[in-house]
């Protein structure tokens, strides 16, 4: 079949205002976010501005935990989602850089469109009420006593959570032994359970335990934040070793510029507003709002320090 030029052009015109057109009358239907980790992890991090986004939006978002592979099978199932709009991702970067090289998957940071990032943590390791050490020191030497005799939980291999500990072991000189789990949620229930020594998740997942005897030991941040002002770093303890994950939005490669730029003016709004600020500082969070450009760089930059530290660890 023999297309002549004008046909061509005319044919890639309907296609651009056909795209055009979605774009304009988005959302016509509900949005599903996928998160791609237990429930009552990151999935805490939105539902404070999920109404606030069905309002602008007019349309459900519906917030979907799907765990697995230390995000791998979310991350998967969005990359391989219409471009639409419709199923947005939310998830640590660590999801999209360590993940796929850790476990030889197919996808990569250029498969996702950067919307906006809400959250910058550091990770805080914590021990088990019933600990022989109370410190990070005691750790240290009852460890290198007993290499790989403790044990210690994360959201999954390839987890930010996990290479934050890897690179503190190597930095420190012990061997831990690694128990992934589906979520920082479901390792924290395990730490409580006494099936594991330790566990470095979230601070909003760590924090609200002390109370329960669990021991923050240290944050992996290069400073204290602000809602930890308890807990030293690693590097106070004489650890070269620092490391934030980011936690925001993406959509699929290919989604309209005009729908990721709507999504992400209203996600910045809605985390700008003081009063998300304040719950998140409640949780022991640092909101960080940046917007695509600026995300997309950090994403980039993490993805090229994270195949150096993979190399270093000897995780790949």
């Known amino acids: 079949m023999v297309i002549s030029r004008r046909g061509a052009l005319l044919a890639a015109g309907t296609v651009l205002g056909a795209g055009g057109a979605r774009a304009q009358s988005y959302p016509d239907r509900p949005i599903r976010v996928i998160v791609p980790y237990a429930a009552g992890g990151a999935d805490q991090y939105i539902r404070p501005i999920q109404n606030r986004l069905m309002a602008a939006l007019g349309q459900a978002i519906v917030i979907e935990s799907v765990t697995g592979g230390g995000g791998a099978i979310g991350a998967n199932r969005v990359r391989n989602a219409a471009p639409d709009g419709y199923t947005l991702l939310f ?7 360590a993940v796929p090289r850790l476990q030889n998957l197919s996808y990569a ?10 959250i910058a ?10 600990a022989r050490f109370r410190d990070f020191a005691g750790l240290l030497e009852l460890a290198r006593s ?11 291999a390839g987890s930010t959570p996990h290479l934050a500990a890897e690179a503190m072991a190597k930095a420190a000189g012990i061997r831990l032994l690694h128990v992934p789990y589906s979520g920082v949620a479901t390792a924290v229930v395990a730490l409580l359970a006494g099936d594991i020594d330790l566990v470095m998740g979230a601070p909003s997942n760590i924090m609200p335990l ?17 809602p930890l002002p308890e807990v030293p770093t690693l590097r106070e303890s ?14 699929p490669k290919g989604t309209a510029p005009a729908i990721l ?14 009063t998300y600020a304040e719950a998140m500082h409640r949780a022991f969070n640092e909101v960080e709002l940046l917007e695509p450009r600026r995300f997309g760089e950090f994403l980039l930059a993490e993805d090229q320090a994270t195949a150096r530290m993979l190399v270093e660890l000897k995780l790949q």
């Open 121 to 130: 943590i550091p990770y805080v390791l914590a021990g088990r009420r019933d």
């Open 109 to 118: 940071v250029g498969d996702f469109a950067p919307i906006a990032n809400l």
């Open 210 to 226: 002390v109370e329960r005897g669990v021991v923050p030991l240290v944050q992996t941040g290069a400073t204290r934040i602000g």
């Open 238 to 251: 004489g650890l070269a070793v620092e490391l934030v994950t980011r936690f925001g939005f993406f959509a």
């Open 261 to 274: 730029d709507r999504l992400s003016r209203l996600v910045l709004e809605a985390g700008a507003d003081p």
């Open 91 to 97: 998830a640590g970067t660590g999801a999209l850089t």
């Open 146 to 156: 007993r290499p790989e005799g403790l044990s210690y939980g994360t959201p999954g």
